[in-house]
């Protein structure tokens, strides 16, 4: 494209003389040429879609003509239509002014005939006692705009003037006069008239005067009767709570009474004008109610006694604080159902109105505030330092009272059946504050108090000596409540105690498990609401998981303890006697072996009684861990004796039959499967009773199907026992 814009023009190439220019100029021409015949050729390519184009234009041109006349038709129509739609709505405006001014008309004619009817009818009305007709007539009056009536008819200023006057004076007269009839039937106790003049504030356009007074009236009527009842109170256990209970139901019954009759004649929205005032005087009684309960109850005495005591001075009996903290309990929870019903009542007045969220706030102020939240809260304070004196001195005298004649301490079921009870108790007060205190308190005595009575027990361990003599005695001690003869009381005292506490703790695990389920469901049942409440219970919940872990490492370690004290001594001769047998068999020594083995005999013979005497002195669940520890140790001294004995084939065979013979034993005293324990020395059996070397590739590798326990080094050592195979061929072989 360069050379086509650099063409010489006709006068320079006129003027060219030199061969190489005019070669040059040459070379310009024919490019340019090229050029113009792609140009040429595009366009003759183009040919035909364009006079496909002007075909279809060429068609179309007579149509232009009709959208053209079609086109100026509307436009005229669409301006006739427009003209008439202008005339039309001028019209319908004019129409509505008119309207509008025979309406405001209409209103001044109307106004103008109340305030006549008002001005001539109010007076008579006061004098024969009408007074809801005069209400009637002052209420049509407030409705009056004496600015623009007088303006309307300047005319009639100085009638006007006297008529509202007049009604000036009439309304003054008359509020005074409803307001002296309403206190009049306050002091009457007349029903009637006080809910005639009730209804009569809100057309006076007294809304707010009408609902204080008659707030007023409702708290005189509770604080009457709540005083008689408080007179008459006694002293029982929950009588108090009664009374409580009896405030907060009559205060709901009133709202429930007198509601209809507010949302009719002051409508919705002014239920929280009443129960301000019924809160002031719930607030008083309550606490009346309260300071007569904690006086007879002696309530600060037994909190300066709790807090000033100690193990060696005059404690409060528990006893007597049992029913006193179940009636603080209910105390607090029939107030919490109150204020949550107070809460529910207005929330459903305030329904639809666009200041509902900020009285809602209001209330919640209110209620958060009161003397009633204040006085529960001083409750709860006291009740949970009692609560958790009770429930420490319960557990101090099941641990005096514990009977030890069962399989587990009378202390362990006496201690969580507290505990439940006092947590139960605290849930069922409603707060949540006292429900996390009393979880924390009850996980602290069950970790720390319960758990370091039983250690004290296990740490001891359990005693050696002649352990069979021993097992006889504790068996006699449990079934028949006395010593054998000739038996070391303290061994037994010291075997039993071990033996219980292992049981105690396997118990306290199960209970706090249970428990803690138990304080789930509870507590969806009391439904103390709100996500944080929820937050803190689940948290202190969690403790109880703690403990009964914390109660089964107890176990474990009392387990283990028993293993090494009692039953590697007692079983460790018998499985190293395994060693003192011939295992390089003949023929005639293994078809003697098929009728009876000796040394398996013999050792399941004594494991037997040894575990015979656990069976019926364990729980079930420590007697399974018991096995299955007696059963991993009987593993681990036979596999060391096994690497001491020289084997061929047919001791192998004989070694195999002895593994078969120990694993279905084993299996057969507990719920569980001893295989998996014995995996190992099966292992070496199936090793060493292999009749050639080579055999070994068809058990071993990743396509034999087996899962091998044993190591490389540990199957060349098992191979290495065998007699008939040679160590250089053992070390040879791949595994």
């Not at 306050?186 to 809100?202: A, V």
């Not at 509601?259 to 309550?286: F, K, M, W």
């Not at 080579?694 to 490389?712: C, I």
Request: charged share 25%; hydrophobic share 40%.
């Amino acid at each position: 494209m360069d050379n086509v814009t650099n063409i010489p023009d006709s006068e320079v190439m006129v003027n060219l003389t030199s061969i190489e220019d005019i070669d040059e100029a040459l070379k310009q021409l024919d490019v340019y040429n090229d050029y113009l015949s792609d140009q040429l050729k595009e366009v003759l390519t183009g040919r035909n879609a364009l006079e496909r184009r002007m075909e279809q234009l060429y068609e179309t041109l007579p149509k232009l003509g009709d959208i053209h006349s079609d086109a100026v038709a509307l436009a005229t129509r669409v301006e006739g239509t427009h003209k008439l739609a202008d005339t039309v709505s001028g019209k319908v405006r004019a129409l509505d002014t008119a309207r509008c001014r025979c309406t405001e008309a209409m209103h001044r004619a109307d106004d103008v005939l109340d305030l006549k009817l008002s001005t001539e009818g109010i007076q008579s009305a006061l004098d024969s006692g009408a007074y809801e007709q005069a209400a009637g007539h002052i209420h049509r009056y407030l409705g009056l705009d004496e600015t623009t009536l007088i303006r309307a008819a300047p005319d009639q200023t100085d009638r006007f003037e006297d008529s509202f006057k007049l009604l000036h004076e009439a309304e003054t007269k008359l509020k005074q006069i409803v307001a002296d009839k309403f206190d009049a039937a306050i002091e009457s106790n007349d029903l009637t008239s006080i809910n005639r003049f009730f209804k009569i504030f809100p057309l006076i356009n007294q809304h707010a005067e009408g609902m204080a007074r008659f707030a007023e009236y409702l708290r005189r009527t509770i604080s009457r009767r709540c005083a008689e009842k408080l007179h008459l109170a006694g002293s029982s256990p929950g009588s108090y709570a009664g009374l409580l209970t009896s405030l907060f139901e009559d205060v709901a019954r009133v709202i429930d009474r007198e509601q209809p009759l507010v949302d009719t004649y002051y409508g919705p929205g002014h239920l929280l004008a009443i129960v301000g005032p019924l809160q002031t005087e719930v607030d008083s009684q309550s606490r009346a109610i309260v300071e007569a309960f904690q006086t007879r109850s002696g309530w600060t005495e037994s909190l300066s006694a709790v807090a000033a005591s100690s193990r060696t001075t005059d404690r409060p009996d528990p006893r007597q604080l049992d029913p006193v903290l179940s009636e603080a309990a209910l105390l607090n929870s029939r107030t919490s159902m109150f204020l949550n019903f107070i809460r529910i009542k207005v929330a459903a007045n305030l329904e639809g109105l666009e200041s509902k969220q900020e009285e809602l706030g209001k209330l919640e102020g209110l209620l958060l505030d009161c003397k009633l939240s204040r006085t529960m809260q001083e409750l709860i304070g006291g009740y949970i330092p009692l609560e958790e004196y009770f429930q420490r001195e319960s557990f101090y005298k099941a641990v005096e009272l514990n009977d030890d004649t069962s399989l587990s301490s009378s202390m362990v079921d006496d201690t969580f059946f507290i505990v439940k009870k006092c947590l139960n108790r605290a849930l069922s007060s409603s707060s949540i504050d006292a429900t996390c205190a009393m979880c924390n308190h009850a996980t602290s005595l069950i970790e720390s108090d319960l758990r370091e009575v039983l250690y004290a027990s296990i740490r001891v361990g359990f005693p050696s000596g002649l352990l069979d003599h021993t097992f006889a005695v504790l068996q006699s001690g449990f079934a028949q409540g006395k010593f054998t003869a000739g038996s070391t009381e303290s061994m037994v005292k010291a075997k039993t105690a071990f033996l219980l506490a292992l049981n105690n703790a396997a118990t306290c695990a199960e209970y706090a498990a249970t428990m803690k389920r138990s304080l789930e469901e509870e507590f969806l049942k009391v439904r103390l609401e709100g996500d944080q409440n929820d937050a803190k219970f689940h948290s202190c919940l969690a403790d109880f998981a703690a403990v009964g872990v914390k109660f089964n490492e107890l176990v474990e370690f009392g387990v283990s303890l028993l293993m090494s004290s009692a039953i590697r001594p007692q079983i460790k001769p018998w499985v190293e006697s395994f060693n003192e047998v011939n295992r390089e068999l003949t023929e005639e020594e293994f078809l003697e072996s098929e009728s009876g083995n000796p040394w398996v005999e013999s050792f399941m013979g004594n494991l037997d009684a040894l575990i015979a005497t656990f069976r019926e002195s364990l729980l079930p669940r420590i007697f399974d861990g018991f096995i299955s520890s007696l059963t991993s140790e009987v593993v681990i001294l036979l596999e060391r004796s096994v690497v001491k004995s020289r084997f061929n084939r047919l001791g192998g065979l004989q070694f195999d039959r002895e593994v078969r013979s120990l694993t279905a034993y084993l299996s057969s005293a507990t719920t569980w499967s001893a295989r998996d324990k014995f995996s190992r020395l099966s292992q070496m059996a199936t090793l060493l009773n292999l009749e050639r070397l080579s055999e070994v590739h068809e058990y071993w590798g990743p396509n034999s199907g087996f899962v091998w326990r044993l190591s490389p080094v540990e199957a060349r050592q098992t191979l290495n026992l065998r007699v008939e195979f040679l160590s250089e061929d053992v070390r040879r072989l791949k595994l």
